[in-house]
């Protein structure tokens, strides 16, 4: 999922929040079912990783660290996303969830 991600932003993909020169609103692909593949697939290795590791600190740890990333970054970068984007943005928040398909 995060592989695919990338592939589908292709050049458009950057580790900062920004949108560059020509940007455009990618909707197809893993985009087409949730607006933040990425933060999906970090969500779901943190579940995995906090199953897996036989601790009780450390097998959560990355769940709790990706709770913080979220809660800063996401709504940081749908408002740069309707700045920049308008109501395009709007009608795909519209059709699409934040992480998880029909769901949320």
Excluded: C
Aim: no cysteine.
């Amino acid at each position: 999922m995060l592989y695919r991600s990338h592939s589908d932003l292709g050049r458009y993909w950057s580790v900062t929040l920004e949108v560059r020169e020509n940007h455009r609103l990618i909707t197809e692909g893993i985009y087409r079912y949730v607006r933040h593949p990425m933060y999906a697939a970090l969500f779901l290795y943190s579940i995995g990783q906090a199953l897996v590791v036989p601790n009780w600190v450390a097998g959560p740890s990355y769940f709790v660290t990706f709770g913080i990333l979220f809660a800063l970054r996401i709504g940081a970068e749908e408002r740069m996303m309707l700045e920049a984007f308008g109501d395009e943005y709007t009608a795909y928040k519209a059709r699409t969830k934040r992480l998880v398909p029909a769901i949320w």
